[in-house]
C-alpha cells in the first residue's frame, strides 16, 4: 500500500504542465507531541510552597483516595510552578530521510571537521568524497519515496513499470 497519493490539478496556473498535488494515503495530518517538564526554567520556591502534603490527605481510609489527593496536590503544583514544552512539532519530516541518510551526512560533517581544523590535501579529498556520497545517498532516498518496499537498486525498474502504465 502506498503512503502517499498524487492527484493532478486541473489549472495550469501559467505553466507548461499541469500540478501534481501529494497527500498522505491514511489521512494522518502532523502529530502534535506530549509536553513536557522544562526543570531548568522552574520556579521552586512556587513548588515547595504548593506541594505541602498534609497529614490529613495521608490518614483517609482508602489509600486510593490517599494516593490521589498526593498525585493531584505535586501535578497541580508541577503545572503551576513548572514550565512545559510545546506540543506542536517544529518542523516537518522528511518521508525519505532514513538510517543511512543519517549515517552518510553524519561522516560527511565529521570529515568537513577534520578538514576545517587539519586542511591538508587527503582530508580534503576524503571530504569530498564524503559529500558526494551523502547527496548520492540523499537523492536515492528522495527518488525512491513513493515506492514503499523499494531498495535503490530495484527504483528505476519501478518507476519503469509504473511509467509504463
Not at 526554567?41 to 483517609?60: P, Q
Not at 490517599?66 to 514550565?83: H, K, Q
Request: contains cysteine.
Amino acid at each position: 500500500m502506498p503512503q502517499f497519493t498524487f492527484t493532478v490539478g486541473d489549472n495550469v496556473h501559467n505553466s507548461d504542465h499541469f500540478p501534481i498535488f501529494v497527500s498522505r494515503a491514511d489521512g494522518v495530518s502532523v502529530a502534535n507531541r506530549l509536553p513536557k517538564y522544562l526543570f531548568q526554567r522552574a520556579d521552586w520556591s512556587t513548588f515547595a510552597r504548593l506541594s505541602v502534603i498534609t497529614e490529613n490527605m495521608v490518614d483517609t481510609v482508602a489509600i486510593d483516595d490517599a494516593v490521589r489527593d498526593v498525585t493531584e496536590t505535586i501535578l497541580g503544583a508541577a503545572n503551576a510552578a513548572i514550565p512545559q514544552s510545546s506540543t506542536r512539532t517544529h518542523r516537518l519530516r522528511k518521508p525519505w530521510w532514513n538510517e543511512e541518510c543519517s549515517v552518510a551526512y553524519r561522516r560527511q560533517r565529521k570529515l568537513w571537521g577534520i578538514f576545517r581544523r587539519r586542511p591538508t590535501t587527503e582530508n580534503l579529498i576524503a571530504f569530498k568524497k564524503a559529500r558526494a556520497l551523502a547527496r548520492k545517498v540523499i537523492q536515492m532516498g528522495i527518488r525512491c519515496v513513493p515506492l514503499t518496499g523499494v531498495t535503490p537498486a530495484k527504483a528505476n525498474l519501478e518507476f519503469r513499470i509504473l511509467a509504463e502504465t
